[in-house]
Nanobody, 130 residues
């Protein structure tokens, strides 16, 4: 059974930092593109970042470039999202996801593909507020 479990969310002040983790079981992460999406209340889901194997590039959405850093540990089957200089508009539920194909993952981030990704976590809440 494949399972993705996020952790590390919580309340943080604007300008602060937070690190999210996603632990993946039931598959070999080296064969999958891993990444993060987020969804604010009443808004559409949007892409954040993804990290494939070394044959393909890391991709960040413009809204988080220079502030967020995605990384992974293949041996521990984990993907991370380091979030710095957080803003109120970063408040959302953050989901990790995995897919076999780089083009599917990136197209989903840019909302040009609606076929669905292979696996999703249940999400962790990040609340940026004073």
């Amino acid at each position: 059974q494949v399972q993705l479990v996020e952790s590390g969310g919580g309340l943080v002040q604007p300008g602060g930092s937070l690190r999210l983790s996603c632990t993946i079981s039931g598959l070999n992460v080296e064969n999958y593109v891993l990444g993060w999406f987020r969804q604010a209340p009443g808004k559409e889901r949007e892409g954040v970042a993804c990290i494939p194997n070394d044959d393909y590039p890391i991709v960040y959405m413009d809204s988080v470039k220079g502030r967020f850093t995605i990384s992974k540990d293949n041996a521990e089957n984990k993907v991370y999202l380091q979030m710095d200089d957080l803003k109120a508009e970063d408040t959302a539920v953050y989901f990790c996801a995995a897919d076999r194909f780089f083009n599917n993952f990136v197209a989903t981030m840019y909302r040009t593909y609606s076929g669905g990704l292979d696996y999703w976590g249940k999400g962790t809440l990040v609340n940026v507020s004073s």
